[in-house]
């Protein structure tokens, strides 16, 4: 467990120590939303447990985009960044955050690995977490939305099991269906069950990254939210974007 989320022991991390960790990653989540607003890049944390499938699904979507639209990704992990490897394959730009111990990522350690990536030059970018469907949740990024990636072998029951999760996601992604010919007692009704009575306005797309399964209503998501974003920016003023430090394409 990490030490600062507080998501281990109760009694480790006080509540004023809990608190104060969370007004300062709001400040940065601000700062970075500023970058991604002003640069009009849809930011999107994406999350789930270990395994659920963030990756492949990320790797599928970049397949059947066909390069229609420039995609970044940081990815999260606690060591190795085979990740970003994979993702980097796929042809999504990407690059690692090793968190060594913390189970979750946090909005500073989004804004330094930015400086490792041309995000700018994205139209999406993905922010894969820690696989963890605890305290990723709690920490904003600064992103648009929360994906998160829900497998049909992890249980039906697992929205209402981790709710902060699905409480605070715009959507969820319920992967690798194509085994669900092999699982005769999995219900996909019961896994939407548990998610309309956890999420507040529940929205989720049945996909596959083997057989390539709902990704188009993945994508065409994808597509109006990257739209609204544009056009939000375009009828807003455009955020000073500060100088300091994002040296484009370093
Ligand atoms: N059958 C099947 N396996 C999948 C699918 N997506 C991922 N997997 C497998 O699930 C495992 C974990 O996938 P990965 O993308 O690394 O999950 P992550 O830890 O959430 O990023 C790997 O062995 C994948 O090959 C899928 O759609 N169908
Ligand atoms: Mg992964
Ligand atoms: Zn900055
Ligand atoms: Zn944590």
Partial sequence: MCETCGCGDAGVVPVEVQKNILANNDKAALHNRQHFHSARVLALNLMGSPGSGKTAVLEATA???QG??????????????????????????????TTGSACHLD????????????????GILFIENVGNLVCPAVYDLGQEFNVVALSVTEGEDKPLKYPVMFRKADLVLLTKVD??????NVKLER???ALARTMPEP????????????LDSWITWLAERRR???????????LAEHSHHHASGT
């Fill in 191 to 193: 896994i939407e069950a």
């Fill in 228 to 238: 609204e974003l544009i056009e939000r920016s375009l009828s807003e003023p455009v």
């Fill in 107 to 122: 909005a500073e350690l989004v804004h330094r690995a930015l400086h490792n990536l041309p995000w700018q030059q994205a």
């Fill in 203 to 214: 929205r989720f797309f049945a996909v596959s990254a083997v057989t390539g399964q709902g």
């Fill in 68 to 97: 229609e639209q420039t995609l970044a990704a940081v990815s999260g992990d606690l060591a190795t960044d085979a990740d970003a490897q994979r993702l980097n394959r796929a042809g999504i730009v990407s690059t690692s955050i």
């Fill in 179 to 184: 085994l669900l010919p092999h699982l005769p």
């Fill in 63 to 65: 397949q059947a985009m």
